[in-house]
T-cell receptor, first 114, second 116 residues
Framework: SAVISQKPSRDICQRGTSLTIQCQVD?????MFWYRQQPGQSLTLIAT?????????ESGFVIDKFPISRPNLTFSTLTVSNMSPEDSSIYLC???????????FGDGTRLSIL | GNSVTQMEGPVTLSEEAFLTINCTYT??????LFWYVQYPGEGLQLLLK?????DKGSNKGFEATYRKETTSFHLEKGSVQVSDSAVYFC???????????????FGQGTILTVHP
């Protein structure tokens, strides 16, 4: 399976600031996704990152709050904008080599907002 | 819409005990089913999968069988080890646009603690 690197692995941020999380894969993948895992909770899909076009957001998530880039088939970024304590979560990137392959996850970014 | 329901945890077992974590789902059509495991401080790892009715997924001594008639995908292991302590997530992927794997819908997760 693909090797997925997420940076940073953790961060502590001030209220009102923004943080960009990077997801790098060691091989080209068709599908990349971003999930949020709030403390003690399950995973919720934020959006599907589409190469060369805008991301597809799930209900409850908007581009202004969570802008996503995907400039090529091995890299994507998620920005958490204008952060508040409610954004304290683990953010995970997942990838699939094709639409017929299961998703594999990075180790996540543990984000705390003070 | 699609949903996954897991048995409530936490589950606490002694080493070598038998493990069952129940998972039932609601989905239109014929989803693919997965178990993921999250060890402390790590991301999710795919544990096993099944893509059609009566398929059995297995890995590292864990097994789960896709039961369409009961819409279930229960995770079992005959003899757990301390190293199996983790959070286990059941998930489904609904078919989208004719492809087999689409977006994942997760259950709430079950915390497993195994004592020596």
């Amino acid at each position: 399976s693909a090797v997925i690197s997420q940076k940073p692995s953790r961060d502590i941020c001030q209220r009102g600031t923004s943080l960009t999380i990077q997801c790098q894969v060691d091989s080209q993948v068709t599908m990349m996704f971003w999930y949020r895992q709030q403390p003690g909770q399950s995973l919720t899909l934020i959006a599907t990152a589409n190469q060369g076009s805008e991301a597809t957001y799930e209900s409850g998530f908007v581009i202004d709050k969570f802008p996503i880039s995907r400039p090529n088939l091995t890299f994507s970024t998620l920005t958490v904008s204008n952060m508040s304590p409610e954004d304290s979560s683990i953010y995970l990137c997942s990838v699939a080599h094709s639409s017929n392959q299961p998703q594999h996850f990075g180790d996540g970014t543990r984000l705390s907002i003070l | 819409g699609n949903s996954v329901t897991q048995m409530e945890g936490p589950v606490t077992l002694s080493e070598e005990a038998f493990l069952t974590i129940n998972c039932t789902y609601t989905a239109t059509g014929y989803p693919s089913l997965f178990w993921y495991v999250q060890y402390p401080g790590e991301g999710l790892q795919l544990l096993l999968k099944a893509t059609k009715a009566d398929d059995k997924g297995s890995n590292k001594g864990f097994e789960a069988t896709y039961r369409k008639e009961t819409t279930s995908f229960h995770l079992e292991k005959g003899s757990v080890q301390v190293s199996d302590s983790a959070v286990y997530f059941c998930a489904l992927s609904a078919r989208a646009g004719g492809t087999s794997y689409g977006k994942l819908t997760f259950g709430q997760g079950t915390i497993l603690t195994v004592h020596p």
